[in-house]
């Protein structure tokens, strides 16, 4: 990461509600995403948030939080649940489409389950100059 770039930061905290999605959204853009990182990493935040509000057993004054960092070649997004979580190996067992997205898509990603449910993922554009030779 340059150091003559401005890191932008965000940290939100949403409802488990099917509203969330649009408001990480609206706030990652807020804070003026990269242009032609966008699509991806709207794609991604919403499979992710959907993912906690579905399968996280999220009661209605639980929170789910997004944290982000970014600079023009680099973003990590992190979406916290208080939920049990799961194991990311199962996501090719699983009918939903959401972490396959996220396993293609993302330059990495994980997953910490500790006291509730971490799943995190990177877009590196820097590290796709590289991959492809």
């Not at 699509?39 to 999220?58: C, F, K, P």
């Not at 944290?67 to 009918?95: C, M, N, Q, T, W």
Request: hydrophobic fraction near 40%; proline fraction near 6%.
């Amino acid at each position: 990461m340059p150091y003559t770039e401005t890191a932008a930061e965000l940290l939100i905290a949403l409802p488990p509600t099917p509203t969330a999605a649009r408001q990480a959204r609206r706030a990652l853009h807020e804070k003026r995403l990269p242009e032609d990182l966008a699509h991806t990493v709207d794609l991604l935040t919403t499979e992710l948030i959907a993912n906690a509000i579905r399968h996280g057993g999220l009661r209605e004054q639980d929170k789910i939080v997004l944290a982000a960092r970014f600079v023009s070649d680099f973003i990590r997004v992190e979406i916290y649940d208080p939920g049990p979580g799961f194991d990311p190996a199962l996501r090719h067992e699983v009918k939903g489409f959401g972490l396959r997205m996220v396993d293609k898509l993302a330059s990495r990603w994980g997953v910490e389950r500790d006291n509730g449910c971490r799943v995190w993922f990177e877009v590196d554009r820097r590290r796709r100059r590289f991959d492809r030779g």
